[in-house]
């Protein structure tokens, strides 16, 4: 499965971005589909996850101002991002996990300017 991740970009301190992560073939109902995020020297941080059937789990640090979403219909996952802080500036990628390998799709820059 293929995964690409879209609608980052700049955006000042306190507004809104909302990604999208594509699978390019269905996604079934055990896989979830996770969010994480990577600034620049720094390990890869989990940000959001969501379930087949809609539970979220959410980081501390994003919990409150981030949504997750999927439309199992298309295979697409959303990360509504709300009240950005200039230390989210990341880049986003989103995953899955099938038979226990993982699959990350491209990520997509987010940069929040203070």
């Known amino acids: 499965v293929q995964l690409q991740a879209f609608g980052g970009g700049l955006v000042q301190a306190g507004g809104s971005l909302r990604l999208s992560c594509a699978a390019s073939?269905?996604?079934?109902?055990?896989?979830?589909i996770y969010w994480y995020r990577q600034a620049p020297g720094k390990q890869r941080e989990y940000v959001a996850r969501?379930?087949?059937?809609?539970?979220?789990n959410y980081s501390d640090s994003v919990k409150g101002r981030f949504t997750v979403s999927r439309d199992n219909a298309k295979n697409t996952a959303y990360l509504q991002m709300n009240s950005l802080k200039p230390e989210d500036t990341s880049v986003y990628y989103c995953?899955?996990?099938?038979?226990?390998?993982?699959?990350w799709g491209q990520g997509t820059q987010v940069t929040v300017s203070s």
């Open positions: 073939e269905t996604i079934s109902r055990g896989e979830d």
């Open positions: 995953s899955i996990t099938r038979l226990g390998v993982p699959y």
């Open positions: 969501i379930t087949w059937l809609g539970a979220t």
